[in-house]
T-cell receptor, first 115, second 109 residues
Framework: DSGVTQTPKHLITATGQRVTLRCSPR?????VYWYQQSLDQGLQFLIQYYNGEERAKGNILERFSAQQFPDLHSELNLSSLELGDSALYFC??????????????FGPGTRLTVL | GQNIDQPTEMTATEGAIVQINCTYQ??????LFWYQQHAGEAPTFLSY????GLEEKGRFSSFLSRSKGYSYLLLKELQMKDSASYLCAVRDSDDKIIFGKGTRLHILP
């Protein structure tokens, strides 16, 4: 158990809908990362937050948005869902923003299925 | 463009040594990570390299050559539980993290 929690574990929805994925980092960690993993694309970095502020942005679609709240939990919002958004979404947390101490601990993931 | 290459699959024998290579071309470099991922599970951190050289951690070692854009993960005394995917990832100068597609390692008894 990494100490990172993600809810829900599974989510099934329809095209065009909007969903929110939630992540609680390990106690004391200030950084939260979001990743998407699909079979054909591998693990893709979406976005990083550090202490409430956006730190780095990867290949995140405009239909997706995220935020980190004052209590450091984070939410990833996915809207106008398409079949291709079906994937495993991981959240990871670390104590720092980058550098040698940036060991990321991954949550168990949310499996999103868009029908 | 940004690119990370690693072999798709490798096979090794229990008790042996295996080396998984990773080459990268990225916009700047702020560190290289190796992760292990068992099927259906989350990735777990193995190692981090930012300076050239070898970092050893028990049965696992990771090497980096920044001038060559090259890293390898060395696994010694292979055990059946080491059967997993191994992911190489680079943090670029904008702090974006780029992952390779992973190397599936099969361990034979």
């Amino acid at each position: 158990d990494s100490g990172v929690t993600q809810t829900p574990k599974h989510l099934i929805t329809a095209t065009g809908q909007r969903v929110t994925l939630r992540c609680s980092p390990r106690s004391g960690d200030l950084s939260v990362y979001w990743y998407q993993q699909s079979l054909d694309q591998g693990l893709q970095f979406l976005i990083q937050y550090y202490n409430g502020e956006e730190r780095a942005k990867g290949n995140i679609l405009e239909r997706f948005s995220a935020q980190q709240f004052p209590d450091l939990h984070s939410e990833l919002n996915l809207s106008s869902l398409e079949l291709g958004d079906s994937a495993l979404y991981f959240c990871a947390s670390s104590a720092v923003a980058g550098g040698a101490l940036d060991t990321q601990y991954f949550g168990p993931g949310t499996r999103l299925t868009v029908l | 463009g940004q690119n990370i290459d690693q072999p798709t699959e490798m096979t090794a024998t229990e008790g042996a040594i295996v080396q998984i290579n990773c080459t990268y071309q990225t916009s700047g470099f702020n560190g290289l990570f190796w992760y292990q991922q068992h099927a259906g599970e989350a990735p777990t951190f193995l190692s981090y390299n930012v300076l050239d050289g070898l970092e050893e951690k028990g049965r696992f070692s990771s090497f980096l050559s920044r001038s060559k854009g090259y890293s390898y993960l060395l696994l010694k005394e292979l055990q059946m539980k080491d059967s997993a995917s191994y992911l190489c990832a680079v943090r670029d100068s904008d702090d974006k993290i780029i992952f390779g597609k992973g190397t599936r390692l099969h361990i034979l008894p």
